[in-house]
């Protein structure tokens, strides 16, 4: 009586061994487990399943065949059966055909999920069918797949990761399309919406809603530039995740939301940094102006060498460098800006990072800057462009360009001056003397590397003693083109009130000037004979 016990207890639990071993066989039936039986034939890895009613539900640690799901092939459905259910053939990895009959109408959460790429290709779906539930193809092989025309419920994450599948067409009668539903399908080039659908909707193969106010799903696969509608309020920026053939956003100037800068995505007023196109390619300058940079900016973009950051960035969301391949980050930043607990989790590590001299030991004593090890100091910029003028007052005017604050011009080695302009004036000269030149910039408490070295004999035999005075400037002020006037041949230089040379060029009689490229402001205008500076005027341009 006991053993009889034992045998009908083993039975219900689901398992039971047939003669010779040659199929396996499980109870798998709701409310009723005997109502649906499953069946493994083991010589030809066919697996069966017949009865009424419901099957289970089932995680991967409690599916009953989960040891042997690698010998699974071919899967017969028969006729009697509402639903396939969860985890029915996870990770069955060896399965190549199933046939479902028209009566299903929910294939349950992961049901098919990890059915790899070398095995199940394809599915055809009953027309009966209305709910594909989460995950219910997730990491599938799929390559093509027909959504039938009743299906009204689309799970989360229903076919992510099916990176073979090359396109999907949403019936009219889909209300819902949960997370991630077509998220890192790499080989997915296009969704395409039924017109009738009246909660989503599709332009040139991306995933909108129906008022196209948000985008859901751009697919992986596609390739090229991403033209954002004026009428999208709302960027999951999730849905960008493995497109690394999307280069780059395009927005108009008449969005409301949304503003692009090099390809780059941004917020209205630039503001904030949303989101770089995993597939952009090369080094980044973010504008200045940008104060912060959201979580996962550049999260799986391997394409972008190196980033550099503004001066005006204050914060970094978490993220932002996960699954990067950046080998540079520039930080203009003077405080390093202000991280989240994951900012830099699996970020490059000995990525160069590369501060300002004053902020050097701030970013490394930072909790989260100094998790980078490899750091290098800014130089100032260089300046340039260093040239010697001989004046009328027995004088030399020194020249250069530069965007630094601070400047140290040296004399034969010698600190002669230290100035906040670019220009200088040497009257302490003697005759018949060669003097040498080289400046160097100090910003941010940081100096550059010396000029390049110029040098000039001071000699006052056949320097005209008169500054020139027969030269007429108008009109002034003016607003796009000025005109001098001169009797012999003359160059004309024009600086801006940084000491920039914007202009160069010849003169002789009355000859037009246009400065039309240049901004409104005040500029010095220099009157030349050879090197020699024969008078000077200012122009407004207004």
């Not at 999208?232 to 995740?241: G, H, Q, R």
């Not at 020139?468 to 002020?477: E, G, H, L, M, W």
Request: charged share 15%; aromatic share 10%.
């Amino acid at each position: 009586m006991t053993r009889k016990l034992f045998v009908l207890v083993f039975a219900l639990a689901g398992i039971v061994n047939c003669t010779k071993a040659q199929t396996l066989t499980w109870y798998i039936g709701t409310p009723d487990t005997l109502a649906v039986t499953a069946t493994l034939n083991i010589v030809d890895s066919t697996f069966t399943i017949s009865g009424t009613g419901e099957m289970k539900n089932y995680n991967w640690s409690t599916l009953p065949w989960y040891d042997v799901c690698g010998n699974i092939k071919t899967v017969l459905i028969n006729q009697g059966l509402a639903n396939i259910g969860s985890y029915s053939f996870f990770n069955c990895n060896n399965l190549i055909s199933v046939s479902i009959p028209e009566e299903i109408t929910s294939i349950g959460s992961s049901a098919f999920a990890f059915c790899s790429a070398q095995s199940l290709n394809s599915i055809i779906l009953p027309n009966s069918l209305i709910s594909i539930e989460a995950s219910a193809f997730f990491g599938s092989g799929l390559t093509s797949i027909t959504i039938p025309e009743n299906v009204t419920h689309i799970g989360d994450d229903a076919f992510r990761q099916t990176s073979n599948l090359a396109s999907v067409t949403i019936p009219n009668s889909v209300e819902i399309i949960g997370q991630f539903a077509f998220y890192y399908s790499t080989a997915l080039t296009t969704i395409d919406v039924g017109t009738g659908n009246t909660n989503y909707s599709s332009i040139d193969g991306v995933l909108y809603n129906k008022t196209q106010e948000t985008l859901i799903q751009y697919p992986a696969g596609k390739q090229g530039s991403l033209i954002i509608p004026n009428s999208v309020n709302n960027i999951n920026v999730y849905c960008f995740y493995g497109c690394s053939g999307l280069t780059s956003f395009e927005v108009s100037t008449s969005n409301a939301n949304y503003s692009s800068f090099e390809g780059i995505l941004y917020d209205k007023s630039m503001d904030l940094l949303l989101v770089c196109p995993p597939g952009k390619q090369g080094a980044v300058v973010i504008p200045n102006g940008v104060i912060s940079i959201k979580e996962q900016a550049f999260c799986r973009c391997p394409f972008i060498t190196s980033i550099e950051i503004s001066a005006s960035v204050s914060s970094i969301g978490n993220d932002v460098f996960s699954g990067s391949n950046i080998n540079a980050i520039i930080c203009n930043p003077i405080i390093p800006p202000t991280t989240e607990q994951y900012t830099f989790s699996n970020a490059p590590q000995n990525a160069s990072i590369f501060v300002h001299c004053a902020s050097l030991e701030d970013y490394q004593a930072d909790q989260s800057w100094s998790y980078f090890t490899n750091y290098h100091v800014i130089e100032s910029p260089t300046p340039n462009n260093v040239q010697v003028f001989s004046q009328q007052d027995n004088s030399f005017l020194i020249t250069w360009q530069s965007e630094a604050t601070i400047h140290m011009l040296y004399r034969d080695d010698q600190l002669l001056a230290t100035v906040s302009t670019t220009n200088y004036i040497d009257n302490d000269l003697i005759e018949n003397t060669e003097y040498c030149y080289k400046i160097r910039a100090i910003e941010n408490e940081c100096e550059s590397v010396f000029s390049e070295e110029v040098c000039k004999i001071f000699n006052t035999v056949g320097i005209i003693q008169q500054q020139v005075t027969n030269f007429n400037i108008y009109p002034n002020p003016t607003q796009n083109t000025f005109f001098l006037e001169c009797e012999n041949f003359m160059t004309i230089k024009l600086y801006d009130m940084l000491g920039k040379e914007v202009l160069n060029q010849t003169a002789n009689g009355k000859t037009e000037i246009s400065i039309n490229h240049l901004p409104n402001g005040i500029y010095t205008v220099q009157i030349l004979s050879e090197d020699r500076i024969m008078g000077s005027s200012k122009i407004v341009k207004q």
